[in-house]
């Protein structure tokens, strides 16, 4: 055999190895690209899934990182942004919770008006070293509006003029929203506050009983409310999401205590004794009295003392 032949053939070989090697990457490299988006799918749910489970627990330390890591998967994953923004919002991180709220809005801003109302409520917020500007916040609730006409800005914006001490325009806004949503529990509660300041209890009551009725509702008409998301099986989780979106809805959430136990009392406490009215104080006394100063002292912090001693505190 001549060593031209024999070097022909050993490039013949070479060349049928190489190309028998460049197939088997071509093949591993397909099917490596079919694997990876199903692959990368359940690399996501199950790290979104469990920044949630963390969430449910109270857990929003543990759960932040979770939510960046799904993020870093999904960039764009609204739900992910959304509670990532909650949770650093209730860990007093709320410039980074606004810049996510932002990234939010401008993800879907025709769609979705969550963003808009939860970033007006850390404006709005009654929180120490919250970032409060009311003008900002009601120029955000209004925003929301334009978005979704039924999302909870209308409450907002009542309760941002009430901060502000514009009482005819919150109780107005209060009025149309307590019309149009007859399940709500910060429209009553509010507006008995208002009267109360106004006109006393007598005035008060017909509203803090609306309120209480809503807040401990009987259970065949709770059985029938539908929720969305993580407050389906959790009745207790539906009444913390609703306290979320309104400013003062530690307020009014307070009153059901425990798994609704504080607001049973309330009722029964009334209930048992309707002359306790006519002696003193009833329970919407000590209610409304704390409320009054978590006000005055927002207040004091949002407007000034100039706005607080200009005539518009109810």
């Known amino acids: 055999m001549s060593r031209r032949f024999r070097r022909a053939a050993r490039a013949l070989a070479l060349g049928l190895v190489l190309a028998v090697g460049v197939a088997c990457r071509d093949r591993?490299?397909?099917?490596?690209?079919?694997?990876?988006?199903?692959?990368?799918?359940?690399?996501?749910?199950?790290?979104?899934?469990?920044?949630?489970?963390?969430?449910?627990?109270?857990?929003?330390?543990?759960?932040?990182?979770?939510?960046?890591?799904?993020?870093?998967q999904r960039p764009d994953h609204e739900d992910a942004l959304y509670y990532l923004g909650n949770c650093l919002a209730e860990q007093g991180a709320s410039a980074e919770a606004l810049g996510i709220y932002d990234r939010l809005a401008r993800l879907n801003p025709a769609g979705?008006?969550?963003?808009?109302?939860?970033?007006?409520?850390?404006?709005?917020?009654?929180?120490?070293?919250?970032?409060?500007?009311?003008?900002?916040?009601?120029?955000?609730?209004?925003?929301?509006?334009?978005?979704?006409?039924?999302?909870?800005?209308?409450?907002?914006?009542?309760?941002?003029?009430?901060?502000?001490?514009e009482v005819d325009?919150?109780?107005?806004?209060?009025?149309?929203?307590?019309?149009?949503?007859?399940?709500?529990?910060?429209?009553?509660?509010?507006?008995?506050?208002?009267?109360?300041?106004?006109?006393?209890?007598?005035?008060?009551?017909?509203?803090?009983?609306?309120?209480?009725?809503?807040?401990?509702?009987?259970?065949?008409?709770?059985?029938?409310?539908?929720?969305?998301?993580?407050?389906k099986s959790a009745p207790e989780r539906r009444w913390q999401a609703l306290a979320r979106q309104s400013v003062f809805g530690a307020s009014w959430l307070a009153i059901r205590g425990d798994a609704g136990a504080g607001c049973r009392a309330v009722v029964g406490q009334d209930a048992r004794d309707p002359a306790r009215h006519s002696?003193?104080?009833?329970?919407?006394?000590?209610?409304?009295?704390?409320?009054?100063?978590?006000?005055e002292a927002a207040r004091a912090r949002t407007v000034g003392a100039s706005a607080a001693g200009s005539g518009r505190v109810p």
């Open 279 to 295: 002696r003193g104080r009833t329970a919407l006394d000590p209610v409304y009295e704390d409320l009054h100063r978590v006000i």
């Open 112 to 165: 979705s008006s969550r963003a808009q109302v939860q970033a007006a409520l850390l404006h709005a917020s009654l929180l120490p070293g919250a970032p409060v500007d009311l003008e900002h916040a009601e120029r955000l609730f209004r925003q929301a509006l334009e978005v979704d006409p039924d999302s909870a800005a209308r409450l907002g914006l009542a309760e941002v003029r009430l901060l502000r001490g």
């Open 169 to 231: 325009d919150a109780r107005r806004l209060l009025n149309e929203m307590l019309a149009d949503s007859p399940m709500s529990v910060p429209a009553p509660f509010l507006l008995g506050y208002l009267a109360y300041r106004a006109d006393g209890r007598e005035a008060a009551r017909p509203h803090f009983a609306a309120a209480l009725a809503r807040l401990c509702p009987p259970p065949e008409t709770a059985s029938r409310w539908s929720e969305e998301g993580d407050v």
């Open 28 to 72: 591993t490299t397909t099917a490596a690209h079919t694997e990876t988006p199903a692959a990368a799918a359940r690399a996501f749910w199950a790290t979104y899934q469990e920044a949630t489970a963390r969430r449910m627990a109270s857990d929003c330390a543990g759960a932040v990182p979770l939510y960046r890591q799904a993020l870093d």
